[in-house]
């Protein structure tokens, strides 16, 4: 696959998954999340706080995925090695360390309160643990993309 | 420091910077970032035809400057 070709479908997978999560949080987390509150009366009130919870845990997320959008833009350029996209890729490496610390914080309020239910527990563990390994993994192609950058910009003034 | 006297010598040889850059076989953008010392490394086989091209000694095009001394 070429490199252009590569890029327009990193790009289209983007757009797609950056739709999908919008869609996820403006329309289904709230049937659902409705749907949830009428089968348990008893939490009904934590309706709106947890329906905050998930909208604000979709931000780091999607705008994750916006700058993930503008390193594909890059990678089309034939610039894929560039200082930009190690700082970008060093911005996702935060925002999911930010998402981490976030659900982390959730499961522990959740437990605090007494609502931490097992599906409930599941879902932001597992959340908890792809953050983190995105942090991880984003950390590490940040300073690989840097170092890359630096081999280039050398070679390219090696005459 | 290594400083480049490119233009020195294509001063004394009468030649221009495309000249160079034809007969030699690299750009004049790279013709360019070695005579404005931005340029990281060179390698031996352009030392070599840009010495040849110019007749001239590796030492009549770089020289060492103390850093200290500036």
Same mark, same amino acid.
């Given at each position: 696959?070429?490199?252009?070709?590569?890029?327009?479908?990193?790009?289209?997978?983007?757009?797609?998954?950056?739709?999908?999560?919008?869609?996820?949080?403006?329309?289904?987390?709230?049937?659902?999340?409705?749907?949830?509150?009428?089968?348990?009366?008893?939490?009904?009130?934590?309706?709106?706080?947890?329906?905050?919870?998930?909208?604000?845990?979709?931000?780091?997320?999607?705008?994750?995925?916006?700058?993930?959008?503008?390193?594909?833009?890059?990678?089309?350029?034939?610039?894929?090695?560039?200082?930009?996209?190690?700082?970008?890729?060093?911005?996702?490496?935060?925002?999911? #360390? !930010?998402? +981490? %610390?976030? *659900?982390? $914080?959730?499961?522990?309020?959740?437990?605090? =309160?007494?609502? #931490? !239910?097992? +599906? %409930?527990? *599941?879902? $932001?563990?597992?959340?908890?643990?792809?953050? =983190?390994?995105?942090?991880?993994?984003?950390?590490? *192609?940040?300073?690989?993309?840097?170092?890359?950058?630096? =081999?280039?910009?050398?070679?390219?003034?090696?005459? | 420091?290594?400083?480049?006297?490119?233009?020195?010598?294509?001063?004394?040889?009468?030649?221009?910077?495309?000249?160079?850059?034809?007969?030699?076989?690299?750009?004049?953008?790279?013709?360019?970032?070695?005579?404005?010392?931005?340029?990281?490394?060179?390698?031996?086989?352009?030392?070599?035809?840009?010495?040849?091209?110019?007749?001239?000694?590796?030492?009549?095009?770089?020289?060492?400057?103390?850093?200290?001394?500036?």
């Amino acid at each position: 696959m070429k490199q252009k070709e590569l890029s327009n479908l990193l790009i289209f997978i983007g757009v797609l998954v950056t739709a999908a999560i919008a869609v996820c949080c403006a329309l289904i987390a709230p049937v659902m999340g409705r749907a949830v509150a009428e089968d348990y009366p008893d939490y009904a009130y934590m309706y709106l706080p947890c329906l905050i919870y998930i909208w604000m845990a979709a931000v780091p997320v999607l705008i994750s995925c916006v700058i993930s959008i503008r390193i594909f833009l890059e990678i089309g350029r034939d610039n894929s090695f560039c200082e930009e996209n190690a700082a970008r890729l060093r911005h996702i490496g935060r925002l999911f #360390l !930010f998402e +981490t %610390v976030y *659900l982390f $914080l959730g499961i522990t309020l959740m437990g605090i =309160l007494g609502m #931490l !239910f097992l +599906t %409930v527990f *599941l879902c $932001l563990a597992l959340a908890c643990s792809v953050s =983190l390994c995105a942090t991880i993994v984003c950390s590490a *192609l940040s300073h690989l993309t840097y170092k890359a950058y630096l =081999l280039k910009r050398d070679s390219e003034l090696t005459i | 420091m290594i400083i480049i006297n490119l233009d020195v010598m294509l001063a004394r040889r009468k030649m221009s910077v495309t000249e160079l850059s034809e007969k030699v076989g690299i750009t004049i953008a790279n013709i360019s970032v070695l005579k404005n010392g931005r340029a990281k490394a060179i390698r031996f086989s352009t030392l070599n035809e840009i010495c040849r091209i110019l007749g001239c000694q590796p030492g009549d095009i770089l020289e060492y400057i103390d850093d200290d001394e500036d």
